[in-house]
């Protein structure tokens, strides 16, 4: 079931926005709703580097889409590897939402 973002006062609406206006945080969004990934399969189905996907990953795990957890690989050498997974979620946004947050 998904959760329904809450936003204490208008400056969280807005970040949640804005994270959700760029394309590419959008893409990890529809990647991660099919299956859980890995920061290098997401890098690679997006076409940008680490550092940037870095970026997105951390941004939305921030605002509370996005989770991770560690795993450890097993094979010839052993490493840990950091993989999310998409938080259900529902974000409702009305003109009394709007009102309430802006103090209306």
Same mark, same amino acid.
């Given at each position: ?29 529809? *990647? ?14 997006? #076409? ?6 870095h ?8 605002? #509370? ?6 795993? %450890?690989?097993?094979?010839?050498k ?13 974000? %409702? ?7 309430? *947050?802006?103090? #209306?």
């Amino acid at each position: 079931m998904s959760e329904e973002l809450q936003f204490r006062n208008a400056k969280e609406l807005m970040e949640v926005l804005s994270m959700l206006a760029n394309e590419n945080r959008l893409k990890i969004i529809s *990647l991660l709703a099919e299956k859980p990934m890995y920061i290098s399969e997401i890098k690679r189905k997006l #076409g940008v580097s680490y550092a940037l996907t870095h970026l997105y990953m951390s941004s939305l795990e921030k605002i #509370g889409l996005v989770e991770s957890r560690y795993e %450890t690989v097993t094979g010839e050498k052993s490493y840990v590897k950091k993989y999310y997974q998409l938080k259900p979620f529902k974000l %409702t946004v009305t003109p009394q939402l709007i009102k309430d *947050l802006m103090g #209306g």
